[in-house]
Nanobody, 121 residues
């Protein structure tokens, strides 16, 4: 079993900043990519940012230049630094990880329970 636990969400005014964290634990052989998705009310879940095990990153166009995704040296924790937040960034943010639980196991996707980010205008 693999668990992802997010923290750092909350309420912030437009133009402010928040930092999300997500720690993975459990039976982990290797974590490939880790990242963040978000889902606003009435909308589909969308990719925000992802970072591979090699450090390569990918961002949604709407957050480029404002958000930064990173991982710790153990590569089991992923962060999302969110600056210059806008009301349209309001959503539930979900952590995601592509995890191998054993040498011969195929990787599987795991999700955190989500953390609410609300940006007031």
């Amino acid at each position: 079993q693999v668990q992802l636990v997010e923290s750092g969400g909350g309420l912030v005014q437009a133009g402010g900043s928040l930092r999300l964290s997500c720690a993975a634990s459990g039976t982990i052989f290797r974590i490939n990519a880790m990242g963040w998705y978000r889902q606003a009310p009435g909308k589909q879940r969308e990719l925000v940012a992802v970072v591979g095990s090699d450090g390569n990153t990918n961002y949604a166009d709407s957050v480029k230049g404002r958000f930064t995704v990173s991982r710790d040296s153990a590569k089991t924790t992923v962060y999302l630094q969110m600056n210059t937040l806008r009301p349209e960034d309001t959503a539930v943010y979900y952590c995601n990880a592509d995890v191998k639980i054993g040498l011969l196991s195929a990787p599987s996707m795991y999700w955190g329970p989500g953390t609410q980010v609300t940006v007031s205008s």
